[in-house]
């Protein structure tokens, strides 16, 4: 039982801390205002999250797929016992 309460205390403070933090922090708009001005002009998608998933992050979401499948490919040829090997 003490545990939970020093659990749920902890995690408290930790969501008051990055609170506040998010609150204090000044961000800058440029990226989506750019996005927001130029997205259909550059890309031709009317839809936004689309036109920067699919125009200006391809490369990057291509490469992060490729880096998943060479993952999962190591870890399946390692978790293989070596009975199953020929």
């Given at each position: 039982?003490?545990?939970?309460i020093i ?5 408290v403070?930790?969501?008051l ?7 204090d ?9 750019y ?6 002009e ?5 839809n936004?999250?689309t ?8 490369y990057d979401?291509l ?24």
């Open positions: 039982m003490i545990k939970k659990t749920i205390i902890l995690l403070i930790i969501f801390s990055f609170s506040s933090i998010l609150i922090l000044d961000v800058d708009n440029y990226a989506k205002n996005l927001f001005n130029n997205g259909l550059e890309t031709g998608s009317k936004l999250i036109a920067i998933y699919l125009d200006y992050r391809l979401s490469f992060e797929a490729g880096l998943l499948l060479v993952t999962v490919s190591g870890i399946i040829f390692i978790s293989k016992r070596d009975d199953d090997v020929i």
